[in-house]
């Protein structure tokens, strides 16, 4: 049996590459963290080093992702767990990642989403304090996270909080920033941090803002932010006086939330590394919260479709069916275009089809009917607005820059015509012609299917049918297949 003590992610790497070169079974090696205490295994019991002509083999970039998040988790057989997936996409299985039911695919992928929620706590969860230190104004925070994932989020901050000077501490080790850099230090304890001052008055109101009377559930609260951080967060005095006053200020909440979110610009550079791929983007695009849409939609609507699609298809938004199934036009304005692109001959499984906005926007109606919502009510498909739309438009761009060829966009109604090229556009004008915008060299608007099914007069109705089928045609025909 070979040992070694792993020191970071890095040294993973490279220990991990040494093994596979070296045809070392995961069943003959064991990693152990490097907990500064052991001195069972000293390093020089290590493994192999790569030797320097064993050739690079390839793993999925998603397994990379995947080991890079997993370092942080505090499971202290990871650096194995990791191995052993990389031995068996190496040896036996490439496409291992895809079985969602093996068992090692599945610990990975439950582990991974708990480094997400840790992440997203600490986001949301760190509490400054103002110090002075001769003269200079210094902002230092304790927050607890249930894995080492300081190195993960300290980015996050630094932009966030770039023109001020701070201290995170945690009891892992602690982050500075000093407006250029950031230093990381050893960890520490609660009594290092500041306890109150009249910071906690800004934050209290900070929390009054983005507070969300629209979702009060106090089960959900504690769960969303474990009461377990309560005792460092000073709002969490006012939460009575916020349940409180929560009716009155669902809308007013809904304004200030989106000045304090994370845009989708920001999420996708802090955590993607260029060249993007797809299926990373619709991974990370369930994290979005660049807007309020996010919280009474069931999930993210993501586009479908291969990457080497020469025609992109861009609809307005998911519709109630496709909130279910978080796939784009899997309802009625689906079955229409299926039924159109039929009748012209253009094959939709090798287009990409998306949407200008990737939640459904709904408001509940009475309805005498039973639906999947709570009895009696109906989701009645609402317009995004203007700060939706700009809000999305980062998910848009990276999913286009990941199509690399891409010939033909075909925009399906007003929405997406407006997003691609600029409001002022009408429908009516530009319908059927081949035009150039910034995201596609021949673009050409035509009627969204919903359009279609909604239009009462069946002569008008049919007309528009032909208008479409006759679009699509033409799209088809400006392609190289
Ligand atoms: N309408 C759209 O614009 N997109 C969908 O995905 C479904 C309906």
């Known amino acids: 049996m070979q040992t070694t003590i792993i020191r970071d992610f890095d040294h993973w790497r490279s220990a991990a590459r040494g ?19 052991q001195s069972l295994f000293a390093e020089s019991e290590g493994l192999p080093a790569a030797p320097a002509d064993s050739g690079p083999f390839r793993v999925p970039p998603r397994f990379l992702s995947l080991a890079e998040c997993l370092s942080c988790h505090r499971s202290a057989d990871r650096w194995n767990l990791l191995y052993r997936t990389l031995w068996r996409i190496v040896n ?18 439950r582990m991974e989403k708990q480094i997400r929620r840790d992440t997203h706590k600490m986001k949301a969860f760190v509490r400054f304090r103002r110090v002075e230190n001769g003269g200079v104004e210094h902002f230092i925070a304790w927050h607890e996270p249930d894995h080492r994932i300081v190195r993960r989020v300290a980015p996050f901050f630094s932009r966030r909080f770039a023109s001020m000077n701070w ?41 009054a803002n983005i507070f969300n009377p629209a979702r009060v559930k106090v089960k959900m609260m504690k769960s969303e932010m474990p009461v377990r951080f309560w005792k460092n967060l000073p709002e969490a005095e006012i939460i009575d006086e916020l349940l409180a006053s929560a009716p009155q200020r669902v809308e007013q909440m809904i304004a200030k939330h989106e ?43 993501f586009g479908h479709g291969p990457a080497d699609a020469e025609i992109v298809i861009l609809g307005e938004q998911p519709g109630d069916q496709e909130d279910l199934t978080g796939v784009p036009f899997t309802g009625p304005a689906g079955e229409l275009l299926r039924e159109a692109a ?55 761009e ?5 199509l690399a060829r891409a010939r033909v966009l075909i925009c399906l109604g007003s929405t997406a015509l407006a997003a691609v090229a600029g409001p002022g556009q009408r429908l009516q004008e530009q319908r059927g012609r081949i035009f150039s915008t910034a995201a596609c060299e ?15 007069e069946s002569l008008l109705r049919q007309q528009r049918m032909e208008q479409f089928c006759g679009d699509l045609r033409t799209a088809a025909s400006l392609t190289n297949r």
Request: net charge negative; charged share 20%.
């Open 167 to 207: 201290t995170i501490l945690t009891p892992d080790e602690s982050v500075s920033w000093d407006q250029q850099q950031l230093t990381y230090g050893p960890g520490l304890s609660k009594s290092d941090a500041p306890q109150s001052d009249q910071l906690e008055d800004l934050w209290r109101t900070y929390y």
């Open 19 to 37: 093994c596979i070169a070296a045809g070392i079974p995961p069943s003959h090696v064991r990693m152990f963290d490097d907990t500064g205490q």
């Open 259 to 301: 000045g304090f979110a994370e845009t989708a610009a920001d999420l996708i550079t802090s955590r993607l590394q260029p060249p993007l791929t797809l299926p990373e983007l619709q991974q990370l695009a369930q994290e979005c919260t660049a807007c309020s849409l996010h919280c009474n939609a069931t999930q993210t609507v």
């Open 342 to 396: 039929t009748a012209t001959g253009l094959n939709l499984a090798e287009c990409y089809i998306t949407n200008v906005v990737k939640h459904f926007k709904f408001r509940l109606i009475e309805d005498p009917k039973d639906g999947p919502e709570p009895r009696g009510q109906r989701r009645l498909h609402q317009k995004p607005d203007a700060r939706e739309i700009r809000a999305c438009r980062p998910w848009f």
């Open 92 to 109: 036996e299985h490439p496409k291992l990642l895809q079985l969602e039911t093996d068992a090692d695919v599945l610990q990975l992928t």
């Open 442 to 456: 021949k673009t050409i608007a035509t009627w969204h299917p919903s359009a279609i099914l909604r239009t009462p």
């Open 398 to 402: 990276a999913e286009f820059s990941c």
